[in-house]
């Protein structure tokens, strides 16, 4: 391969910024919710499914145990005893070589590095080192942590930090979320009639008028709908409000929610989805635009073909347990064969700031020479290929798609 053409593709990559589309990312004025430090990315859900794999622990009493004695398991079971390489473990190392912090098999030489990080505004430093412009947030309405900072007035840039409006309990748990739609003042009853519907639009309106959010987000089992009322909801309460704000809906299937219960929320797994639902909902609603990720690797090629058929869907990611370099890779291929430009590659699913130090430059690293290797089949058809044609490129893969898809303005970002 021109080498030159490998070296403008890695560098143009590197160069842009990315818009982060999906994390559970809050910024600091979030306190509580807003992640950091070695403690947090060693107890990451990943690693914590990973580590106990090594010991004969019992899960619960694992999970009760403070979350610095977590920390040290997992970092005894994956960093002393042996050797990192899982995606997510590996990613801990490249975190540490990121902000200078030398190697040591003592945790405690790393916490104190850690302690010594004085920086007054480490979140904008961590995103400048990753390159990340802005990110989206999942901001959940029943979430009682989370509500307690809506509710007293959080401020944050939404320049910087996206607000989304996550209502998966809404549609998958109806029981518990109808009582806090209730709690709240709406007058709405067990059975979804009429007036349960526009109650709940009600709540959802609010929400939304609260948040601002820049789409609306759900993620869903792998065998979605289960019930006729999931439909109801989805279709009856919050694709109309979605219409109402003009707001895409993001739709994330193929979660096997908690597989092994055990682990808690280390403990959800995969499922193969059925589009047949799907398909005919992107054909019934055409106005309506669907961010669509799916979590089973066998699902990519459908989805990607769908992607093709209707203009309303604009698919993202490797998400979750796709997010390594090998299914990057095929995935990614398969989306540039299918779709050209007209995908959203990858966003980093977020939970410790620190994190987009590695769930971005391992993308980028696996990214770069894909790219390339297209470019190099574009001049060898006699193409000429410019920095700029490159840049143009990666803008509309890194910021334009997302930001055309969700009429958010380029001064937003
Ligand atoms: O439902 C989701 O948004 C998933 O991304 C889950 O939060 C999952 O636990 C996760 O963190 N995946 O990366
Ligand atoms: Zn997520």
Redesign the pocket.
């Known amino acids: 391969m021109n080498n030159s053409i490998e070296k403008i593709v890695s560098d143009t990559i590197n160069e842009i910024p990315v818009i982060d589309m ?1 994390t ?1 990312l809050f910024p600091d004025s979030f306190s509580q919710l807003c992640l950091h430090g070695i403690d947090e990315l060693l107890t990451y ?1 990943y690693l914590i499914s990973e580590a106990t794999l090594w010991a004969d622990i019992d899960y619960q009493k694992f999970l009760m145990l403070p979350q610095k004695t977590q920390a040290e398991f997992v970092w005894e079971e994956l960093f002393v005893k042996r050797s990192p390489i899982s995606e997510a473990s590996l990613g801990v190392l490249t975190v540490l070589k990121e902000l200078d912090i030398p190697f040591s098999k003592d945790l405690n030489d790393i916490r104190e590095y850690f302690s010594k990080i004085n920086n007054d505004d480490y979140v904008t430093y961590i995103m400048n080192k990753a390159n990340v412009s802005s990110f989206v947030m ?1 901001n959940n309405p029943f979430d009682e942590e989370e509500r307690k900072y809506w509710d007293q007035g959080v401020f944050f840039s939404s320049k910087n930090f996206i607000p989304a409006l996550r209502v998966d309990p809404l549609i998958n748990d109806w029981e518990n979320a109808s009582k806090t739609i209730h709690q709240d003042g709406y007058s709405i009853s067990e059975e979804i009639d009429t007036s349960t519907i526009e109650e709940t639009k009600q709540f959802l309106r609010f929400w939304v008028q609260k948040m601002k959010p820049v789409y609306m987000a759900a ?1 869903l089992p792998w065998d979605f709908p289960k019930k006729d009322y999931e439909t109801l909801l989805l279709e009856e309460c919050v694709l109309p409000v979605c219409e109402e704000y003009n707001l895409p809906m993001s739709l ?1 299937l193929g ?1 096997k929610r908690q597989l092994n219960p055990d682990l808690g ?1 280390a403990g ?1 797994g995969v499922g193969q989805t059925s589009f047949a639902y799907l398909e005919q909902l992107c054909m019934r609603l055409p106005e309506q635009k669907f961010l669509i990720t799916v979590l089973a690797r066998e699902n990519q090629y459908e989805l990607t073909v769908i992607a093709q058929k209707f203009k309303n869907v604009m698919l993202f990611g490797c ?2 347990f796709l997010n390594t370099p090998q299914l990057i890779e095929e995935i990614t291929t398969m989306r540039m064969d299918q779709l050209g430009l007209h995908f959203i590659p990858q966003h980093s ?1 977020c ?1 410790v700031f620190e994190q987009l130090l590695y769930k971005w430059s391992h993308f980028r690293q696996t990214f770069s020479p894909i790219l390339a290797q297209r470019y190099q089949r574009l001049e060898n058809q006699g193409l000429t290929i410019t920095k700029e044609t490159i840049q143009n490129d990666v803008e509309q893969l890194f910021q334009g798609n997302f930001i055309n898809f969700t009429n958010l303005s380029r001064s937003e970002v």
């Open positions: 999906h559970h859900h999942t993620s994330m979660t929320i959800d998400w979750w699913d939970r």
